[in-house]
Structures are given as structure tokens and as C-alpha cells.
């Protein structure tokens, strides 16, 4: 067993050992992945820092046996004091303090609440999106562009909103969208969502980036319940073949190998929280050549992204793994005739939530040219047992899933409001989310005159102000989040 104090010695870029879970690492060699946050622990217990960000098994998958040291005498290692600052004080206040769940009527409410009571690092991480985060606004105002055409005088005691999701029963046309790093919001992470997903039948999105391991994650799952999976495919297509069989292996049901992001978008809040997370006189010994500015936890956790991905790769996916493939990103009806070509299962119409690039159109607009083209082209019709169309992006209501629904989608993926969900109230909080859903689709499907989803049709809605994008989307980005001159 090691002590303590020999691992105390090795605490600088020559020699650099940290502690995780009780364990010892030689991370000396690894010092360019996020070097400084590394040497803020070097010789010291790293793991309260490292547990937001990686699964357990990240550190022994990652680094090779010869530099597992082993075990530390647990009473011989200094305590690393982290200080409850004032403002830490005043957040915990907020926790404590924050409304019951039954005061939540709509998803809206988790995100004015997590905004609050979340650490100042996850809410960047979590409500951040790229450059002017116009698309961000736009996802959800391109809904509010689409109006019902409602029928009346039909019986609506008994209304169905249950589909089926690449032939997986769902409670509803909703999925919980791959996002990153849940313990950033909640020490359960991803777990919250397996266990609400489980109770409500609703199909979970694993994400490649998450906190909790992928096994953790499966291990939490029910029997029988349904899990697709996100990739981001590695420049190390091995580790990528091992990730995407084993899922397999597992009982996943679908790859979503997501295509929007060969890297990370500029995510402003998200890289001004790890500028000033840095220690001030770092930077002034260092200069501003010592910072490296690009770093936000999307860039820190993102540069094994294989940037050179293509169409050519999908005969690769279809050699390794019988999961029906999907292509999560797709933006324009020319990708989508082209994924329809090569024989995918289906695809979602997504900018990745706004955090990918700025300006790029909505899901639910992507969609009305996808099927009007299709339809020409290939003579398709929507939804498409054989092509799935899927949209994500500012989905908050019923309402924008119903939207969605008429315009021949199969279901809709819905990220961030499942994410402030369980950020500020766990589990619960995400079955609350699914609960004021049922409530909404219960409520807005007798008021449209469907009683079941195929009763839900293009007619309903009137979409010809979707295209004009005259209400540009408030830019408050710089009201309330640039660098500002302490006085
Ligand atoms: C909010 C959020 C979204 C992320 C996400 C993390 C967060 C915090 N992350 S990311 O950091 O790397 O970008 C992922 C991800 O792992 N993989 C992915 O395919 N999409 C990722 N997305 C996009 C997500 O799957 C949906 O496309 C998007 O969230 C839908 O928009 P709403 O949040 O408005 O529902």
C-alpha cells in the first residue's frame, strides 16, 4: 500500500501522481489532456474533481496497467479542504429552498429552477450553445411559428398518445436525447434518467460523453427496458468498434452515430466558466499564451472526435453491428435523401440543440423539407416504419410534439429540460417532467380532436409562416453573459 506522503512527492509535471477512488495513478504522461486542472491535484485526492466529468472506469480503461501504482493508505492522505465560498453558501440555500415539486406545472419551471440552485459550472455546461446562441432561441420559436388547425365534435373521451420507436413500445412520441456529463447537475447523473425511463416507459439515449459508466448505466436498467445508444465516433475506430459491440452485446436496441459535430461548438458560457475557474496569478505568471482559452469542459472532453467521418464509414457501422443505424445531426432534405439511400434506419433532424453551429435551421422546419422531398423524390410518406424521421431541439410542450407528430415525425428527442429536471430534483424530477406530459398530450390531443397519434395529420397545422424567419430571435447573450470590467 502506498502512503500518503510518497504519493504527496510526485506532484509536479516531471513527476505526477494523483488519487482516484482510493487508487494511485502516474498520470505524468497524460499532462496535455487538460494539464492544468491535473496539476492543481498533483500528489493529492483528484477525485472529487474528476467525478462530474468521467465515468469510474474512465482512469483504468484509459490508462495503461503499468501505471495503476495501487492502493493508498486511506488515513495517511491530507484531506484536499475544498472552502464552501459565499456564494457556495448562497446556492445551498437556494437548494434547500427551491419550490415542490407540485408547485411545477411545465418544463419551463426546471430550467428557471436549475438555473438557480445549479452549480455555476454545470448551468454553463448544461444551457450553453454556440457563438450568438441564436439557434438555441430559434428551436424553440420556430414552434411558435406553427398553428393548429383543430377538428371538433368528435368523441376524444378516450385519447392515445403511446407509438412505437423503431418497433419499441413508448408511453409516448418522446425519447430522452443523448446530452453529456450528468453528474455535473446531480452526483446519480445519468442513472436519474434510467430509473424515471424505466417507470414511464420511456426510451433513454445513452450518451458516449456521459458521467456514469456505460455499464453502470445498462446494470441500472430494468428488464426489457428499451436504450439507444449516441456515438461519437473515435479517431481510433478500435476503440469505437469495442464501444459500439459491446453496446450490442448489451442489448441496446439502435446506434445514433451522431454526425453534427466533428468538433465541439464554441460554447461561450461553457469556455468563460473554465477561463475563470483558472487561478488569476496563473494567468498572470503565464500570460495569456499560458491559458488556453479554447478550453471549456466540451473542448476538454472532445479531441478524440474523428473529424474525418463520411458517408464511406457507413459501410464500415453496417460490417460491425447489426443495431439499426441512425444519423443524429442531419440538416437539409440532400443528407437525408442520402441516408435514405444508404439504407439507414432513419435519421434526426437536429443542430444539437444549438450548441453545434449558429444559424443552423430548426429540427421541426428541417422536417417539413424533408418530407415534402422525400416524398417527390422517393415517393415516400411519413412516419415511415422503414425511415424513421426524428427531430430534437426546444421541444418544451405536447404541443411542439403533436407539431411535430403532423408532420410525419416519428418522435421527438427532448434534452435539456430532462437534464434541469433531475439537476434539481432527481429522479423525481424527471418523472414529474413525464407526468406534466402525459398531462399535456391528455389535454391538448382532445382540444386538436385526435384520439389516437395517426389521427394527428399534416391538416392540423398550418405552417406557412414557418419559413419566415422574421422574428429574429432575442439576443440577450450579451445582457447577461460577456466579460464585464469589475468596478
Ligand atoms: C443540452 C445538451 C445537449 C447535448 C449534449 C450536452 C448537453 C448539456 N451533448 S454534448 O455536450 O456532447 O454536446 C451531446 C452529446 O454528448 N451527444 C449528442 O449527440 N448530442 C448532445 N447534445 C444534444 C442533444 O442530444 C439534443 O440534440 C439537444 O439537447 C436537443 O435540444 P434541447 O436540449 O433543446 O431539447
Known amino acids: ?15 505526477c501522481w494523483i488519487i482516484v477512488h482510493g487508487k494511485v495513478y502516474d498520470v505524468t504522461e497524460f499532462l496535455d489532456g487538460g494539464s492544468k486542472i491535473i496539476l492543481k491535484y498533483a500528489g493529492k485526492d483528484a477525485t472529487q474533481e474528476y467525478e462530474p466529468i468521467h465515468p469510474p472506469d474512465a482512469i483504468t480503461t484509459n490508462l495503461p496497467p503499468e501505471k495503476h501504482l495501487g492502493p493508498v493508505e486511506p488515513d495517511t492522505v491530507e484531506k484536499v479542504v475544498v472552502e464552501i465560498t459565499d456564494e457556495e453558501k448562497a446556492r445551498q440555500e437556494r437548494v434547500s429552498n427551491r419550490p415542490s415539486l407540485e408547485e411545477i406545472l411545465n418544463l419551463h419551471d426546471f430550467e428557471n429552477i436549475a ?32 398553428w393548429f388547425r383543430p377538428r371538433i365534435l368528435r368523441d376524444v373521451t378516450n385519447v392515445d398518445w403511446s407509438t412505437t420507436i423503431l418497433g419499441h413500445k413508448s408511453s409516448m412520441p418522446v425519447y430522452i436525447s443523448a446530452t453529456a456529463l450528468g453528474k455535473l447537475g446531480h ?24 458521467s456514469c459508466s456505460f455499464d453502470e448505466i445498462l446494470d441500472a436498467a430494468q428488464p426489457g ?32 452515430i451522431t454526425v453534427d459535430a466533428p468538433q465541439l461548438g464554441r460554447r461561450e458560457k461553457d469556455m468563460r466558466m473554465k477561463f475563470e475557474a483558472e487561478d488569476p496569478s496563473v494567468v498572470s505568471k503565464s500570460g495569456s499564451e499560458g491559458v488556453d482559452r479554447s478550453q471549456g469542459a466540451a473542448r476538454a472532453i472532445s479531441g478524440f472526435i474523428d473529424t474525418s ?42 443542430n444539437h440543440g444549438g450548441r453545434q453551429l449558429d444559424f443552423a435551421r430548426s429540427g421541426i422546419e428541417i422536417l417539413v423539407e424533408v418530407v415534402t422531398k422525400l416524398k ?8 415511415n ?38 439537476s434539481a430534483y432527481g429522479t423525481e424530477g424527471v418523472e414529474k417532467a413525464f407526468e406534466i406530459l402525459h398531462d399535456e398530450f391528455q389535454m391538448n390531443m382532445r382540444l386538436l380532436g385526435a384520439r389516437n397519434l395517426k389521427e394527428v395529420v399534416p391538416e392540423m397545422v398550418d405552417v406557412s409562416n414557418l419559413q419566415s424567419h422574421v422574428v429574429v430571435p ?3 447573450l450579451y445582457g447577461n453573459n460577456c466579460a464585464s470590467v469589475s468596478l
Open 225 to 256: 427496458q428499451v436504450q439507444f445508444f449516441q456515438l461519437y465516433v473515435n479517431k481510433d475506430r478500435a476503440i469505437t468498434k469495442k464501444l459500439v459491440q459491446h453496446a450490442e452485446s448489451r442489448g441496446v436496441k439502435a446506434l445514433f
Open 1 to 15: 500500500m502506498l502512503s500518503g506522503k510518497t504519493v504527496a512527492q510526485h506532484n509536479s509535471r516531471e513527476s
Open 376 to 383: 417527390e423524390k422517393r415517393g415516400l410518406t411519413f412516419p
Open 309 to 350: 467521418l463520411n458517408w464511406n464509414d457507413l459501410h464500415w457501422f453496417k460490417s460491425i453491428t447489426k443495431m439499426p443505424l441512425i444519423l443524429k445531426g442531419v440538416q437539409c432534405w440532400e443528407d437525408a435523401l442520402e441516408a435514405y439511400d444508404f439504407g439507414v434506419a432513419g435519421v434526426v433532424l437536429s
Open 115 to 146: 438555473k438557480q440552485v445549479l452549480p455555476e459550472k454545470a448551468w454553463a455546461y448544461y444551457s450553453s450553445a454556440s457563438d450568438d446562441e441564436m439557434t438555441l432561441r430559434e428551436n424553440h420559436a420556430a414552434y411558435h411559428r406553427i
Open 474 to 476: 432575442r439576443d440577450d
Open 385 to 422: 416504419e422503414k425511415f424513421s424521421l426524428f427531430v430534437d431541439g426546444g421541444v418544451r410542450r405536447a404541443t411542439d410534439v403533436l407539431k411535430a407528430i403532423a408532420l410525419g415525425a416519428t418522435a421527438v428527442g427532448v434534452g435539456r429540460p430532462f437534464l434541469y429536471a433531475f
Open 187 to 210: 452526483p446519480d447523473g445519468e442513472l436519474n434518467l434510467t430509473r424515471a425511463a424505466a417507470k414511464h416507459n420511456i426510451i433513454q439515449m445513452i450518451p458516449t460523453l456521459a
